[in-house]
């Protein structure tokens, strides 16, 4: 097939493009969006924090696939390495030797790497779907509430302040046993929540619905925010006059528009509610073992400070490297999105 | 502002048939925005009388200009007409349905028949929205074409407004403030409206563009047969623009007339006002220069207007019956209306008032037993045969 030239030079020239003297090649076709993802791979330290981020992540997703192909045994009890008391592992640093990289846990001598890397799994696993339950409630609360004056915002608005002031921790360990129960009794019987019988899963369930249930509030007051000041701008008169629904409007015109800072929020988000599972791990509400997660490996390993400090150290390592290392990867995002703030 | 793009305008045809039958007759439009007190009751304190009592009518196809200072109700008005707001109370009759209390549901079909190029080409467009998918929102949401050719025909748009088809996956941002505008204008086109309302449509652009983005709103009009309220206070723009134009001042109209009629011999004070602080492109030509005539004082709150006429405050022949009664909307030319008791051209405007037979009062504007009941003049829009002849002081006819 052959081009006709004078036909490829009619179509596409725009004279007006001339006229009003527009540069248009040095942004061409580069949305907010990419401006913001060039400004945060400028960034050293961001790219460096998303580079370990990612190996985090991907560790946690390869963990489970490495247990089910057999090379990885979190749950292998080794009573021969550990020592005459039958706790400590044998030979100092807790018996850290070419087949167990980061030594053995005292008492039952399993692998602790391989249940450090499991434990990310389900460590991460809560805090991401904490997180995007926090983010969905705070964002469709932030947006209604920001859109509707009135009535409907004054009720988000003392349901936040109600939310913010309750005593988080009080609640958690009060309701944990019933709610526990309940999630496995009660809603397991709901024809497709039996998984909920299973202990680990609905006290997993009940972690991420505290979090997520104290969470949202900071996320719809920064979206309410935003829609306040979003409600007045033109577009979305134009939108109103073309006869968009409530739904359009929230979801098609504003959302768009507020998703930066909540984008920010989500990777600020992630690495507070891993510290979170930990404290909750402390106070003893978390997935117990064998199952396990970061908060109760290192609530384990705080007895041994003395007797085994490797073992307490390396856990509390871990999880503090995880949360910098998140924390950096937002704090770049929201540098990123939004120039003007300083750091 | 300055007359540049004045010069560049293409020329517009000099008929000042007012004729064609209406597509929107407004009567007795009221706005009042509530203003509440801070704090926890937020009770209503008074109101903002952005609009009140305005009546004009838009003709198929042609255009009527709403010129007036900031403040004077203007885009409350455009923003009535398109039922972005419920208005108080008034009659807002589009295509023969009166449209000024219809529910959203209701409104929803006529939404495609009314449309609005907004003042702000920064702001009327979303950030993060191409521009198909803005051009393309109007046949998303009122389902009028299939979704696979709502590309070509946004590219068909893009043309029209005489931009690049293939631009349609980029964002605004990419592109000039004229270029945007030309945005705007293609997704108000996207329905085919037969109304548009055009909210200052190039006073937030560069000068030098300006002249172009009307040229195509003037292209737009004669092709699709649009008919157009063009706001603005450039009035050297909605002369060119519209064949009709009101002035309006602190949300009412002062005086309304055929273009030529208005220009060559306004007969309110603040139309003449407005006009001397225009350089005239014509009279330049000729060597003479317009008297400048200022106006004293600042615009009043529109919470709380001065009594009588509106104008009162700042206008250089006020007289005690100003205060006291408000001049009426008075037809004194076949396609010319004015609400002053002394109306006339500068310089000659009569020493007593003319309104007072009519109102029933004295000349100081006191209620007059002697003099009458009050007769009952026409208020509504559009202009009768019979009107106020000025030299005779009787109602008559040509
Ligand atoms: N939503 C609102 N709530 C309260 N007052 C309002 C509202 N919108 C407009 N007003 C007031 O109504 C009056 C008329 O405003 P409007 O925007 O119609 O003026 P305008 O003629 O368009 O002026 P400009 O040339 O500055 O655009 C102003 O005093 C304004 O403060
Ligand atoms: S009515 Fe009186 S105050 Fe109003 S414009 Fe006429 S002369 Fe001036
Ligand atoms: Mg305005």
Redesign the pocket.
């Known amino acids: 097939m052959t081009l006709n030239v004078s036909e490829l030079e009619s179509h596409g020239t725009d004279d007006l493009v001339e006229v009003e003297g527009l540069e248009q090649s040095s942004v061409a076709g580069r949305s907010p969006m990419q401006l913001a993802v060039a400004r945060f791979r400028k960034d050293r330290l961001s790219m460096v924090s998303l580079f370990f981020s990612i190996i985090i992540v991907l560790c946690a997703i390869a963990a489970p696939i490495l247990v089910a192909a057999g090379v990885l045994h979190p749950n292998a009890v080794h009573q021969e390495l550990l020592g005459n008391d039958g706790v400590t592992p044998k030979g100092g640093w807790s018996g850290v030797s070419g087949s167990h990289w980061l030594g053995v846990e005292p008492g039952l001598g399993r692998d602790l790497g391989a249940r450090l890397m499991l434990a990310l799994t389900y460590s991460l696993a809560i805090a991401l779907t904490a997180t995007a339950l926090t983010v969905f409630i705070g964002t469709v609360l932030g947006i209604v509430a920001g859109f509707s004056r009135g009535i409907v915002d004054g009720v988000v608005g003392r349901f936040i302040d109600l939310t913010l002031s309750f005593p988080q921790t009080m609640m958690l360990l009060a309701l944990s046993s019933p709610a526990v129960l309940f999630l496995r009794t009660t809603m397991a019987d709901v024809p497709g929540f039996g998984v909920l019988e299973d202990r680990d899963r609905a006290t997993g369930l009940y972690v991420i619905i505290i979090l997520a249930a104290f969470g949202w509030p900071p996320v719809a007051r920064v979206v309410r925010g935003q829609v306040l000041s979003l409600r007045e701008r033109e577009y979305i008169d134009a939108a109103r006059l073309l006869g968009a629904s409530r739904f359009r409007l929230y979801f098609k015109e504003v959302l768009p528009n507020v998703w930066a800072p909540v984008l920010v929020y989500v990777t600020l988000l992630v690495p507070a509610y891993i510290s979170a599972e930990a404290a909750f791990a402390y106070l003893g509400v978390a997935i117990k073992p064998p199952t396990p997660t970061l908060g109760n490996i290192l609530a384990d390993s705080v007895n041994y400070t003395s007797a085994d400090p490797w073992f307490f150290f390396v856990p509390g390592i871990v999880l503090a490297l995880t949360v910098v290392v998140f924390n950096l990867v937002g704090d770049g995002a929201r540098d990123a999105l939004d120039p003007k703030t300083d750091r | 502002m300055t007359t540049e793009p004045v010069d560049e305008l293409k020329p517009h045809p000099e008929t000042s048939s007012l004729t064609g039958t209406p597509i929107l007759e407004v009567e007795d439009l009221k706005?009042y925005?509530?203003?509440k007190s801070s704090g926890f009751l937020r009770r209503t304190i008074g109101h903002?009388?952005?609009?009140d009592g305005v009546s004009f009518q838009v003709r198929s196809g042609s255009s009527l200009g709403?010129v007036?200072?900031?403040?004077?109700?203007?885009?409350?008005?455009?923003?009535l007409i398109t039922r972005l707001?419920e208005p108080t109370a008034g009659r807002i009759e589009f295509d023969g349905r009166d449209i000024a209390n219809l529910s959203e549901r209701e409104l929803h079909p006529l939404r495609r028949d009314i449309q609005m190029i907004f003042?702000d080409p920064y702001t009327s467009l979303n950030p993060r929205h191409t521009v198909g998918a803005i051009v393309g929102a109007p046949l998303a949401i009122h389902k009028v074409v299939p979704k696979d050719k709502i590309l070509a025909r946004v590219q068909e748009l893009l043309e029209i407004v005489g931009l690049n088809p293939e631009h349609y996956n980029r964002y605004p941002h990419e592109f000039s403030g004229g270029q945007r505008q030309r945005i705007g204008i293609a997704r108000a086109l996207t329905l085919q409206p037969k109304l548009l309302v055009a909210?200052?449509p190039v006073?937030a652009l560069d000068v030098s563009i300006q002249a172009q983005v009307v040229n195509l709103l003037q292209d737009l009009q004669r092709e699709f047969n649009i008919a157009f309220l063009f706001?603005a206070?450039d009035l050297a723009i909605v002369r060119h623009f519209c064949p009709e134009i009101a002035v309006?001042y602190l949300?009412k109209i002062v005086e309304i007339g055929d273009r030529e009629t208005l220009y060559a011999r306004p007969n309110h004070p603040y139309t003449q006002a407005l006009l001397s602080a225009v350089p005239d492109v014509k009279q330049a030509k000729v060597g003479g220069r317009r008297e400048r005539i200022r106006l004293e004082g600042d615009l009043p709150?529109?919470?709380n207007p001065p009594s009588g006429c509106r104008f009162r405050t700042r206008c250089p022949i006020a007289q005690d019956i100003c205060a006291r009664v408000e001049p009426p909307l008075l037809q004194v030319g076949p396609t010319h209306k004015v609400a002053c008791h002394f109306p006339g051209e500068v310089g000659k405007h009569p020493e007593k008032p003319i309104t007072p037979r009519l109102l029933g009062v004295d000349d100081s504007g006191m209620p007059d037993l002697a003099a009458g009941p009050a007769t009952d003049l026409p208020t509504g829009p559009g202009y009768s045969d019979t009107w106020f002849d000025l030299e005779h002081n009787t109602m008559g006819r040509a």
């Open positions: 706005m925005f509530p203003v903002v009388q952005a609009v709403l007036g200072e900031s403040g004077c109700g203007k885009s409350t008005t455009g923003r707001y003042q909210d200052e006073s706001v206070h309006m949300g709150s529109p919470i």
